[in-house]
């Protein structure tokens, strides 16, 4: 079964807008992971961020971690044509295998 | 070392075959994943080895689906007895640490059962 929820399920925007992707989860995490993915293909790990952590930066995405709402945000700054993707976030378990439980992801469309 | 490799890329059977394919997972991760993804959803996870050793399997894993890894490199997932609703993208990831740094995912099979 699936974590979370993911909102929205779709975003349009213009090149060089920011795009916010929120994430909701249920159960207690270890950490929270947001992919990308080109149609067609596999999942590409963008960023991680662990239960402690309340934000995290890389290059042009910044993650928000909030444990007592259980949510997530993924900002990509300045967008590109190339950001053109589904962004999925997925919730790392505590113990056992750390499997990752993915939600349905948001379907971003940068328009150039 | 050129990532997760999965063979083949594309699969097309017909119904009741038999299909198997294979992950090539990074050297040195002992952590590999099967995942199932279907159209407009997020990977489901399959089944999980550390080093050779299935240690948890989904509900979603059905007696016609068989996963192996061994001596602990590449791993390949056997669905016997196909049918459509088998139909999806079967993603394999691997990891050495996966609380740290994350999965490294394939470009997955997508298997389309006809």
Same mark, same amino acid.
């Given at each position: 079964?699936?974590?979370?929820?993911?909102?929205?399920?779709?975003?349009?925007?213009?090149?060089?807008?920011?795009?916010?992707?929120?994430?909701?989860?249920?159960?207690?995490?270890?950490?929270?992971?947001?992919?990308?993915?080109?149609?067609?293909?596999?999942?590409?790990?963008?960023?991680?961020?662990?239960?402690?952590?309340?934000?995290?930066?890389?290059?042009?995405?910044?993650?928000?971690?909030?444990?007592?709402?259980?949510?997530?945000?993924?900002?990509?700054?300045?967008?590109?044509?190339?950001?053109?993707?589904?962004?999925?976030?997925a919730?790392?378990?505590?113990?056992?295998?750390?499997?990752?439980?993915f939600?349905?992801?948001?379907?971003?469309?940068?328009?150039? | 070392?050129?990532?997760?490799?999965?063979?083949?890329?594309?699969?097309?059977t017909?119904?009741?075959?038999?299909?198997t394919?294979?992950?090539?997972p990074?050297?040195?991760?002992?952590? /590999?994943?099967?995942? =199932?993804?279907?159209? @407009?959803?997020?990977?489901?996870? %399959?089944?999980?080895?550390?080093?050779?050793?299935? $240690?948890?399997?989904?509900?979603?894993?059905?007696?016609?689906?068989?996963a192996?890894?061994?001596?602990?490199?590449?791993?390949? /997932?056997?669905?016997? =007895?196909?049918?459509? @609703?088998?139909?999806?993208?079967? %993603?394999?990831?691997?990891?050495?640490?996966?609380? $740290?740094?994350?999965?490294?995912?394939?470009?997955?099979t997508?298997?389309?059962?006809?």
């Amino acid at each position: 079964s699936q974590q979370g929820e993911e909102d929205p399920q779709a975003l349009s925007i213009q090149e060089g807008e920011n795009a916010t992707m929120n994430c909701s989860y249920k159960t207690s995490i270890n950490n929270l992971q947001w992919y990308r993915q080109n149609s067609g293909r596999g999942l590409v790990h963008l960023i991680l961020i662990r239960s402690n952590e309340r934000e995290k930066h890389s290059g042009r995405l910044r993650v928000t971690l909030d444990t007592s709402k259980k949510s997530s945000s993924l900002l990509i700054t300045a967008s590109r044509a190339a950001d053109t993707a589904s962004y999925f976030c997925a919730t790392g378990e505590i113990q056992g295998a750390q499997k990752l439980v993915f939600g349905q992801g948001t379907r971003l469309t940068i328009n150039p | 070392d050129t990532g997760v490799s999965q063979d083949p890329r594309h699969k097309i059977t017909k119904r009741g075959q038999n299909v198997t394919f294979r992950c090539d997972p990074i050297s040195e991760h002992n952590r /590999l994943y099967w995942y =199932r993804q279907t159209l @407009g959803q997020g990977p489901e996870f %399959l089944t999980y080895f550390q080093n050779e050793a299935q $240690l948890e399997k989904s509900r979603l894993l059905s007696d016609r689906f068989s996963a192996e890894r061994p001596k602990g490199s590449f791993s390949t /997932l056997e669905i016997q =007895r196909t049918e459509q @609703g088998d139909s999806a993208m079967y %993603l394999c990831a691997s990891s050495l640490s996966p609380g $740290l740094s994350g999965y490294t995912f394939g470009s997955g099979t997508r298997l389309t059962v006809v």
